[in-house]
């Protein structure tokens, strides 16, 4: 079972990064092999509209870090997905690798990998759901299977404002190990 997770935060060690670990330590107890992996440390910028990859598979011509990033999305059983919120979704980094996955949605690269998302806004409300719905719209034009923590509808969402303030909310922490404990589980069944 391998699971990529992706911190779409352009700030490495902040509050996404909190809930991402506790989710890839639940997912390693499940037998999973995790590698965690911040868009900070990648240069993706935004796709053009060239199509070139409508021609040739897995073509473009920007020369920076998306498709490295989306081969190891391709070679995953899964994918772990978070983001703050900015402006009521999620980050303008994040954004641009899933516009540039068009790549892999042309040869059905993602199709029935397990996906889960996680947020973290500034208050509560504060835009973590249409984030975690930008990040399951991603999922599912992928063609991939969304997990969802129990008994809620949308994946790991977490209140935190300050840096550090996700290790404050329980509930959040508790919703970040919900879904990956059901990733594990989708991804087993696969």
Same mark, same amino acid.
């Given at each position: 079972?391998?699971?990529?997770?992706?911190?779409?935060?352009?700030?490495?060690?902040?509050?996404?990064?909190?809930?991402?670990?506790?989710?890839?330590?639940?997912?390693?107890?499940?037998?999973?092999?995790?590698?965690?992996?911040?868009?900070?440390?990648?240069?993706?910028?935004?796709?053009?509209?060239?199509?070139?990859?409508?021609?040739?598979?897995?073509?473009?011509?920007?020369?920076?870090?998306?498709?490295?990033?989306?081969?190891?999305?391709?070679?995953?059983?899964?994918?772990? $997905? &978070?983001?703050?919120?900015?402006? #009521? /979704?999620?980050?303008?980094?994040?954004?641009? %690798?899933?516009?540039?996955? +068009? =790549?892999?949605?042309?040869?059905?690269?993602?199709?029935?990998? $397990? &996906?889960?998302?996680?947020?973290? #806004? /500034?208050?509560?409300?504060?835009?973590?759901? %249409?984030?975690?719905?930008? +990040? =399951?719209?991603?999922?599912?034009?992928?063609?991939?299977?969304?997990?969802?923590?129990?008994?809620?509808?949308? /994946?790991?969402?977490?209140?935190?404002?300050? %840096?550090?303030?996700?290790?404050?909310?329980?509930?959040?922490?508790?919703?970040?190990?919900?879904?990956?404990?059901?990733?594990?589980?989708?991804? /087993?069944?696969?």
């Amino acid at each position: 079972m391998k699971v990529l997770a992706i911190n779409g935060s352009p700030r490495k060690k902040g509050n996404t990064q909190i809930l991402m670990e506790a989710a890839a330590e639940e997912l390693r107890k499940a037998g999973a092999e995790v590698e965690m992996i911040s868009i900070a440390d990648f240069d993706i910028r935004p796709c053009t509209g060239c199509r070139r990859c409508y021609q040739k598979l897995w073509d473009c011509p920007i020369a920076d870090d998306a498709i490295k990033v989306l081969k190891k999305v391709a070679y995953s059983d899964g994918i772990l $997905v &978070g983001s703050p919120v900015f402006f #009521g /979704g999620v980050t303008a980094q994040l954004k641009a %690798l899933f516009d540039r996955s +068009i =790549m892999p949605y042309q040869a059905l690269d993602f199709s029935d990998k $397990v &996906g889960g998302a996680i947020t973290v #806004g /500034g208050s509560s409300h504060g835009g973590q759901e %249409l984030a975690a719905l930008q +990040i =399951m719209s991603f999922f599912m034009c992928h063609n991939m299977v969304i997990a969802t923590t129990k008994g809620e509808v949308l /994946g790991g969402m977490a209140t935190a404002n300050d %840096l550090g303030d996700a290790k404050k909310d329980e509930n959040g922490i508790e919703n970040a190990k919900s879904l990956a404990q059901r990733m594990a589980k989708l991804i /087993g069944k696969r």
